[in-house]
């Protein structure tokens, strides 16, 4: 494991059930990889398991966020037609006409009206993807993360590290990765795959936490 003398607060989120995915596999990854660093010298974790809805991610993730104040932040979330770990370098102030868990559609088109278009994690979504690579772990960096609530969250998250640089002298990374449907249901990688790529990206900024960003490849539909 890690050990660094700097402590920093760490930050996981997954996302429960949403239409068409009754059990989400993010949610098992967060708690599993949660446990696997608990004892990690250097950093104090968290973690959270987000409803998949609007009106939650809108409120609930801006508030948990002031409330830990993470130095490092990485959001999990399924792309159902992905075969491969997806790096996203991106997210955009847009959000799909889509039903939630609840049967809610997006409160507006845009996420933050009158926000940036896009943002971007400073981290490099290249550099994470080829480690996982080395290592035997199909990953893909990728320029979007959809249109979808991960894309919402991400783009509020990304939106808040932006608004601590005046008063942080470390503005927090943020990253969000989007795992792809397991063996079993649908995927081609065994769950401990995918378990391994997860720890190697977040061992990998703890490491090195100033990545400097890279180009990304785009992406496929992710949800």
């Known amino acids: 494991m890690v050990q660094n003398p700097e402590q920093r607060s760490v930050l996981l989120t997954g996302f429960g059930p949403f239409p068409g995915v009754p059990k989400n596999p993010s949610m098992a990854l967060v708690e599993d990889l949660a446990d696997a660093f608990r004892d990690t ?28 104040r993470p130095d490092i932040v990485i959001h999990f979330g399924l792309c159902r037609g992905a075969n491969a770990i997806r790096i996203e370098r991106s997210a955009y102030n847009q959000a799909s006409r889509l039903e939630d868990a609840a049967n809610i559609l997006p409160p507006s088109p845009a996420i933050l009206p009158g926000g940036t278009p896009r943002l971007d994690t400073p981290l490099s979504t290249a550099h994470l993807a080829r480690g996982l690579r080395l290592a035997g772990i199909p990953a893909l960096p990728s320029l979007s993360a959809g249109r979808y609530l991960c894309n919402y969250l991400y783009y509020l998250s990304l939106d808040w590290a932006a608004k601590q640089s ?19 249901d649908g995927g081609y990688l065994e769950p401990a795959e995918i378990a391994r790529g997860a720890a190697a990206i977040l061992s990998d900024i703890l490491q090195a936490p100033r990545l400097a960003a890279h180009h990304a490849v785009p992406a496929s539909h992710a949800a």
């Open 41 to 68: 010298l250097g950093i104090t974790l968290h973690k959270r398991i987000l409803s998949t809805e609007w009106n939650t991610v809108r409120y609930e993730a801006p508030a948990l966020l002031d409330a830990i």
């Open 166 to 184: 005046p008063v942080r002298s470390h503005p927090p990374l943020v990253l969000f990765v989007h795992i792809p449907p397991a063996r079993g």
